[in-house]
């Protein structure tokens, strides 16, 4: 594919008119949406930010707006026949934040005013809830046809205030009431789609909505949103050649790199590969790997959800769950799991359906570096750590084997983190040196499985593996000797690459590394 012929990027474009009428690259999506809009009526889906929600629910809104002329060349041209032209009614809460009952009001009067200049209103109708259902009423008897209704981002309000749990709960009733609607209007409706980032419980927000079908879990809409593993090898196949040549590597070694930084992510048992729409195009557009999807930062509010439940940081990369842990709704969190999945900082890695149990992990590196960097000031008073010599120095060190080195610097930076920030237990340096060693990139396993115990951290370069048990207040000694007699080498005895223990020792007293020895 010549450079000249390449279609744009769809960069900041989550409108797909826009899209088409640009000429940009469009993974094609319409026959899975032909799929849904043929099947059922009422829907609901959640995915994370950034992961093309928007540009779902504009092709929705063209589709029912028949605009034929816009799905020209795409699957949905060839299964789609009447092309008929229903109302849309298409709501965007993502429009401004909720601090205040006054912002959802206020966005309420402007989309709900926008379709009362289309198909009028009535004086009589003064709630959200009356002037919706006298717009849905109007629309169809002034068009004859069903009425179609699309929320981009319903939990926006939701999630803005999740710390003002009496403001959540009055942005809640509201919505309720005006949701309520739905049902009422059933007759008039032609099809509903609700999208957003959490699942917040139907009796909280979809009380009356008994038919709602939420998809958000479903191997066959799995793929709707997000970029799969095929699509990116067949229609974006030249862009990756295009990426791989301008960094100097091979296609296949493009291929590993996209992988390791923006695939990964699993919305149901048997969901395919599929990689984040927005880093992806970002990366292929700019021709370089960078963390795209964290430019905008961690939410605050994931932050204060584990730090109020003190929660297990090196418990993520792996952990099982059911169904009903992960996917929860999210209104009444007493665990960061349900979040963190509905938020992409979790995904599926496996399902036993023997068990109908899942184990969850960081997609990628992109989420896992990122997510990690965005930990760090919480635990160092240095927000720069993942951009200092330290993680560069660590990991030169490592993989020249040089440990003399890589401990020396260790050792400094546990001396140098502030005494408030210490609570001198094993648990707090265990997370720290966890935190450090996964923020070089390098492959880190923490309490690795062995067959009578687990080791505390594995660290595995092109070269060697590294085994690292660690102490509070005990010794190298004795670190060593747990290594050995928990057999915690055993499982990289046939590996190939140089297998080597290490004791740590922390003093609680220096609040630093007052040992360490080579097994």
Known sequence: MEQAKRKRYPIGIQTFSEVIRRDCIYIDKTAMIYDLVTSDKIYFLSRPRRFGKSLLITTLEAYFSGKKELFDGLAIARLEKEWIEYPVLHFDFSGTKYLRIEDLEGQFRIWL????????????????????????????????????????????????????????????????????????????LKFVFITGISKFSQVSIFSELNSLQNISMKDRFSAICGITASELAT??????EALAEHNGQTYEQACEKLKRLYDGYHFSPNCEDIYNPFSLLNALNDKEYNKYWFSSGTPTYLIDLLKKYDFDLESLDGMTASAEQFDAPTETVTNPIPVLYQSGYLTIRDYNPEYAE????????????????????????????????????????????????????????????????????????????????????????????????????????ETHIYVFELKLDGSADEALKQIDSK?????????????????????????????????
């Open 113 to 188: 005013g926008r379709w009362e200049e289309k198909y009028g209103s009535n004086p009589a109708e003064k709630t959200p809830a009356e002037r919706f259902q006298g717009i849905i009423r109007r629309a169809y008897e002034k068009t004859g046809r069903q009425v179609v209704f699309l929320v981009d981002e319903y939990d926006a309000p939701l999630l803005d205030s999740a710390s003002d749990p009496e403001l959540q709960n009055n942005l809640r009733n509201m919505l309720r009431s005006f949701y309520s609607v739905v049902k009422m209007s059933d007759a008039m």
């Open 235 to 240: 229609q974006l196949k030249p862009d990756v």
């Open 487 to 519: 057999g915690y080498l055993v499982p990289y005895t046939c590996d190939g690459r140089k297998l080597v223990k290490v004791g740590i020792n922390f003093d609680s007293a220096t609040r630093t590394v007052s040992e360490w020895k080579r097994g």
């Open 358 to 461: 899942y184990t969850l992990a960081y997609p990628n590196d992109e989420v896992r570096l990122g997510f990690i960097a965005s930990l760090i000031p919480y635990y160092v008073q240095d927000p720069n750590l993942a951009r200092n010599a330290l993680i560069t120095g660590v990991v030169k060190d490592l993989r020249r084997n040089d440990l003399e080195s890589c401990m020396q610097r260790i050792t400094t930076f546990f001396a140098s983190i502030p005494y408030e920030l210490n609570n001198k237990t094993e648990k707090h340096f265990h997370t720290l040196f966890y935190l450090l060693f996964s923020m070089t990139g390098l492959y880190v396993e923490s309490e690795v499985k062995s067959a009578v115990g687990r080791a505390d951290i594995v660290i595995k370069t």
